[in-house]
C-alpha cells in the first residue's frame, strides 16, 4: 500500500512514466487466430482446463448511479403538473431522454414498473404524470428502485427466460458451459459489501432454478476491495480533500486495488471480466474465452519446457527460447543477448520467462471509452501492455491512432512452475498510476489510483494479445445501452 504522502507526491507530479511507442498491430503484439487454430484451442481447454483448478473472477462492486444520470436529471427538473413532457423531450440536449421514451417498452423492466405505477399512483392525467412516476419508481423505488444498486443485480437483461435478467445469473451461466468439463465451477465476484446481502439473496434464488448436478458443480465466491486501499483526492487548489470535519475523504482506488483480491485466490489461473460484458445464450463469448484458455494452456506448457531445456544446457535451448519469445511474445532479444555468454544469455531468458503469463482478447475499436493495446518504452526497454485511456491524455493521437481495443477479457495464470502462487507485487509498476479527474459538489477533484490491474498490475507480466469477435463486448454505460444489438 503506498502512503498518504507517496500517493501525494504522485498526485501532483501527474506524469506518465513511460513513453508510447506504437500501437500493437496484428502480427506486431497482436495474434489472429484461423478458425481451424480457434477449434483446436477450445478443444484442448476442454480435454486440459478443468485439470488445473480454472476459475472467474468478476469485478462487480460498480454501483448503477452513472447509467441514469440523464433521467435523475429529468426526476430533478420535470414538475409532471406544470411542465410539459413534449418540451422538454424536445430540446436537443435530451436525445438519451428521448431515446429511452422512444424505446420504454422495450426495457425488459417496463410491464413490471408500468404495473406498479398504474396500480399505485391511480389515473394519471397526461404522458408527462406517467413517465415522472415511471422513472421515479426506477430509480428510488424500495424493490424496484435501481439507481444506487450494484449493476450486477439490475433485471435489465431481455431475456428469453422469465428470469434470468441480471448480469450476475448470466455470468453464473456462462460459467458453467465455459468450465463444461469441471467437477466444481468456481466464481469469484469482487463486490461492495453494502450489497453482500442482495448478492447472497439472488444467488440463492438463482441456484434453486438449476438442476441439483448444477448446484453441486457451483461454487461462488465474494470478496470486498480492501478499505486499506482507499486512496485521496486533490481539491482544485491542490490541496488534499477533506470533509466539513477536516477529516480526509478516502475513496476506492479503481480496479488495480483488487489485485490484493486476486492474491487471496488459490486457483492456478483465472478467467477475467468486467461484469456487464455478457450476451444471453451466447455461445461465441464461450467460445472466445475458451480459445484464450486453451492458447494460455499450450503456451504454459510450451515455456516450462522451454526453461526446462535451458536448465538442462539441451541443444539449441537459446534457439529455441528465442524463437518462441519472438513467435509468441512478439519480442526479438537476439540483439539485447549480443556479446554473453552461453550461461548469461540462459539465465537471462531463464529470468524473462520465469515470470506470471495472460492471454488478452482485443477487439477491433470501434471508438468505445477505455484503453488499449502498445508497445511502450521505459528504462530504454520495449513492453507490451494493455494502457488506460487515463494513462494517454495528452496523448490523444496514439488512442485514436490504435486500431484495438482492450475489452478486458482475459486469462491469467497465478501459480508458478513448482505449482506456488506468484508474488505478484513483484510484477507491478507502482509509476503507472492512474489519475483521474472528477467533479464532487460542483468541484474538481484529481483522484489518486492504483495502477490498473490490467495495466500497470500487470506490467511485468509475460504477455500474449490475440484478436477476437467484436461481439464477444458489451459495456453498459447507460440504461440506453441495455437495447444494444449485438453484431456478430
Known sequence: ??????????????????????????????????????????????????????????????LASR??????????????LKDSIEKYSSNNDKQEFQFFVNHLEEFSFYSTIKNYVEKNKGPLENRGEFLFHFVQTLLEDQSLGMEGKAKAL?????????????????????????????????????????????????ENKFCKRLSIKEQKRLQIDYSFQNTNTDSISLDENGSILRDQQNQIVYRKAGHGALLENIKQIQSDFVFIKTVDSV?????????AQKTLGGLYLKSVIKIESLLNQLRE??????????????????????????????????????????RPLRVCGMIVNSGKPGGGPFWIEKNKQMFL????????????SSLENSSFFNPVNMVCGLKDFNQKSWDLEKFKDDDRCIISHKTQNGKKTRIFEYPGLWNGSMAYWNSIFVKIPQSTFRSLKSINDCLEQKNN
Open 67 to 80: 447509467m441514469f444520470l440523464f433521467l435523475r436529471e429529468f426526476i430533478d427538473s420535470f414538475d409532471p
Open 279 to 287: 450476451w444471453p445464450g451466447d455461445n461465441s463469448c464461450i467460445n
Open 154 to 202: 439490475l433485471p435489465i437483461f431481455n431475456s428469453s427466460e422469465e428470469f434470468n435478467k441480471t448480469a450476475f445469473e448470466f455470468q453464473i451461466l456462462e460459467a458453467l458451459s465455459l468450465f463444461s468439463n469441471a467437477s466444481k465451477v468456481k466464481i469469484h465476484f469482487a463486490i461492495d459489501p453494502d450489497q453482500l446481502t442482495e448478492f447472497i439473496a439472488l
Open 313 to 354: 544446457n539441451s541443444s539449441n535451448s537459446v534457439e529455441n527460447t528465442l524463437l518462441f519469445i519472438k513467435n509468441t511474445l512478439h519480442i526479438d532479444h537476439k540483439l539485447r543477448l549480443n556479446g554473453l555468454i552461453l550461461e548469461e544469455k540462459k539465465l537471462f531468458l531463464m529470468d524473462f520467462l520465469n
Open 385 to 396: 501492455q494493455i494502457v488506460e485511456s487515463s494513462e494517454l491524455e495528452g496523448k490523444q
Open 1 to 62: 500500500m503506498l502512503s498518504i504522502q507517496d500517493q501525494l507526491t504522485k498526485l501532483r507530479d501527474n506524469k506518465i512514466h513511460f513513453s508510447i511507442v506504437k500501437p500493437a498491430t496484428i502480427g506486431d503484439g497482436i495474434h489472429e487466430l484461423s478458425i481451424e487454430q480457434q477449434t483446436l484451442l477450445q478443444t484442448f481447454f476442454d480435454q486440459h482446463g478443468s485439470i488445473l483448478n480454472p476459475l472467474k473472477f468478476i469485478p462487480a462492486s460498480g
